[in-house]
């Protein structure tokens, strides 16, 4: 069952060449989540792996994260916490800048977003290289948080992103290339 | 019961002067929905407004719109469609430009993400003067869908988004300011 739908999850993924960059084999999501049953799917899946894990806060990455992320905090009773790119949100922030996949980046949390209660599911929809899931575990890590979990829709194996995450905290993917 | 709960959300705003720009006083939900009880109930809310009419696709507004764009979806049984910024979406494209409270902004949604069977509840987090979400609207009337129905969370009342948009498609806000 597991199995099926996640295969059928793998094959509604749509590839797209050189996006946005030549030489990278984007993984569209829009021809998923369109799908009442599949968006659904996504996050029962995801959610079921963290049902006993009393997460409090889901933290999701601007801007594809949001949307899944919204969904997982929603199903498993948590608050919704944004991590977004820099001068987006309005109040007092913590933020770090990174190397991604092409180019660099910065992302900012607010200050007052997480507390030492907090079990957090970090939630982004790719896990590449791990970049961005990294600078958003150093954003995390500014609070006195109990425990981190990583969770993402698709896993591209070949970046080793997993390798570099597993060091800081639990790596869950649904699906993965 | 019902204004009980919007009455909580609606304190819960934080309100950030001169945020973008000098001038706008910024409603932040951030402080909303990182209440579990309270993220929970935004969507329940606005969710039970549409409980029969057949909603089919959420649309949602890039970035803070996917958050409760994806579990308005989630909870209604609908598919996502994201409405993106210029250049974020990786497949063919309608585009529109419009003007906005300070500046001017241009949307995009795949020419694959709506057909005639579609039923669309438009979803973003804020409606002001409107501008942003008729662009949004004048995209998704690219299609041959059934109906549009329009929901936000806010709505600045003075700002009159309710009687551009009123049109064209049935509006709906939770907190009203």
């Known amino acids: 069952m597991y199995s099926t739908i996640t295969e059928n999850i793998s094959k509604a993924i749509r ?11 984007f ?3 829009t021809t998923v989540i369109r ?13 079921a792996q963290y049902a006993n894990k009393g997460i409090t806060k889901v933290v ?3 801007s594809r994260g949001f949307i899944t992320g919204g969904t ?30 092409y180019g660099q980046d910065s992302l900012e949390i607010h200050r007052d977003a997480l ?4 079990i957090v599911l970090l939630h982004d929809d790719l896990l590449a290289t791990g970049g961005t899931a990294l600078a958003a575990l150093g954003l995390i890590k500014r609070f006195p948080v109990q425990q981190v979990f990583a ?20 790596v869950f993917s649904l699906v993965r290339f």
Do not use: W
């Open 15 to 25: 590839n797209i060449p050189d996006f946005p960059v030549k030489g990278i084999q």
């Open 27 to 29: 993984k569209d999501i």
């Open 35 to 47: 799908q009442p049953v599949l968006f659904a799917q996504i996050t029962d899946l995801i959610a």
């Open 60 to 62: 999701a990455i601007e």
């Open 72 to 101: 997982l905090a929603y199903k498993l009773g948590a608050g919704f916490v944004p991590v977004r790119k820099p001068g987006k949100l309005p109040s007092s922030t913590y933020g770090v800048t990174y190397d991604l996949e």
């Open 115 to 118: 507390d030492k209660d907090d």
């Open 151 to 170: 969770a993402f829709i698709i896993e591209l194996e070949m970046l080793n992103g997993r390798q570099r995450l597993a060091q800081h905290c639990d």
